[in-house]
């Protein structure tokens, strides 16, 4: 069993939600990304996704893009995106980490290459926001063998065809894309994510995670009352962007923490 297979597992067992925070690798401090992550392991993030940095984010907003821009003005790229795996892994080997980014970095690199050096860095699980599932299911397999979970995203404009392929291949969890639009745009409307699950959950059978527009605790409260786990990534991403090197470690771990509290409240 994977080890987020595992961690629902556990979860589940324990009646509580999954909380995944999403980091852009090597934002805002490249030196600063592994103790960012280890505390908010620390303070109850069930998952990590790392976002790998990419010049052309289309599916993420200004706040990410920008996370994107500062790491790559930095150097990092996806050397130093499995380099932070392989430090966080050194100190944490039960916390699951996706990577997350798009198809061009991860083509530039050689997806042989890319597998062979991302599982041995400890890397759970891979999300491709521009591979679709019709045209993933080779690299899903490669991944799958690999013993890493092909992670898709659903949207509230995808059809019962586009959710039937996404659960013929998807392991892991799939993340669910709460609104139309970019990474941090728009009010959350937690009754239509509530509506939009049933028909999600009838044609996938990994847990669902739902994201975008969520950027407090009343909000990943309510969330977390109808899917089966919160991701959060705008807002933290905010957040990290105005802390100094002593504050940063400290600030995600409390807002984490404060998030946590309010999905174990129900």
Same mark, same amino acid.
């Given at each position: 069993m994977s080890r987020i297979a595992a961690t629902f597992e556990a979860l589940k067992r324990d009646k509580r939600k999954a909380l995944i925070p999403y980091i852009c690798a090597g934002d805002p401090m490249p030196e600063a990304t592994v103790d960012v992550m280890l505390a908010m392991a620390a303070a109850g993030a069930d998952v990590i996704e790392l976002g790998v940095p990419f010049s052309d984010p289309m599916a993420d907003g200004p706040v990410i893009q920008k996370a994107s821009e500062r790491a790559l003005a930095k150097g990092i790229g996806m050397a130093q995106v499995l /380099?932070? =795996?392989? *430090?966080?892994?050194?100190?944490?080997d039960a916390t699951p980490v996706v990577l997350m980014g798009y198809a061009n970095p991860i083509e530039r690199y050689g997806i042989e290459r890319f597998i062979a050096e991302a599982?041995? /860095?400890? =890397?759970? *699980?891979?999300?491709?926001?521009?591979?679709?599932?019709?045209?993933?299911?080779?690299?899903?397999?490669?991944?799958?063998?690999?013993?890493?979970?092909?992670i898709f995203l659903l949207a509230p404009t995808s059809t019962d065809q586009r959710m039937a392929e996404v659960g013929r291949i998807a392991s892991?969890?799939?993340y669910y894309v709460s609104l139309k639009g970019v990474t941090g745009a728009g009010h959350l409307d937690t009754a239509a994510v509530a509506a939009m699950l049933p028909r999600i959950r009838a044609h996938v059978k990994v847990p669902v995670g739902v994201g975008f527009g969520i950027r407090d605790a009343a909000t990943a409260q309510a969330v977390g009352r109808v899917a089966d786990a919160v991701v959060i990534g705008s807002r933290l991403v905010q957040l990290l962007e105005a802390q100094t090197s002593d504050t940063l470690a400290p600030?995600?771990?409390?807002?984490?923490?404060?998030?946590?509290?309010?999905l174990d409240q129900g």
């Open positions: /380099a932070y =795996v392989r *430090g966080f892994r050194a100190k944490n599982k041995a /860095a400890g =890397v759970d *699980g891979v999300l491709v926001v521009d591979y679709p599932p019709e045209e993933a299911k080779a690299f899903a397999a490669q991944l799958k063998t690999a013993s890493m979970d092909p892991g969890y799939v600030a995600a771990a409390a807002f984490i923490a404060e998030i946590r509290a309010a």
